[in-house]
């Protein structure tokens, strides 16, 4: 399965077709050979999966995919820790 992630588009260099992209702090170069933009994106969000940016998306679009992902993670960390839970009343033996 792959995944691409959304990440805010900070910084765009058209000359060498690279982005600088903010996953939640951690800012990552990516290539925009894929993707016919120019600065009018930034603040805009970016799909990248293995380094390229693969899609555009608004704003709006940007961040509501990350509350998607955001509800995810909190929906498997209450599974992981109701598992943990009922796995120490259980016991080893």
């Given at each position: 399965m792959c995944l691409a992630i959304p990440g805010k588009i900070v910084k765009i260099d058209d000359i060498q077709k690279v982005a600088i992209v903010d996953f939640g702090g951690l800012k990552q170069e990516?290539?925009?050979?894929?993707?016919?933009?120019?600065?009018?994106?930034?603040?805009?969000?970016?799909?990248?999966?293995?380094?390229?940016?693969?899609?555009?998306?608004?704003p709006e679009q940007g961040e509501e995919t990350l509350g998607l992902f955001?509800?995810?993670?909190?929906?498997?960390?209450?599974?992981?820790?109701?598992?943990q839970l009922a796995f120490g009343k259980k016991g080893l033996g």
């Open positions: 990516v290539r925009l050979d894929l993707v016919d933009i120019d600065k009018s994106y930034l603040g805009h969000y970016a799909l990248v999966h293995v380094g390229y940016v693969i899609q555009i998306m608004s955001r509800e995810y993670a909190d929906a498997v960390e209450k599974d992981i820790m109701a598992e």
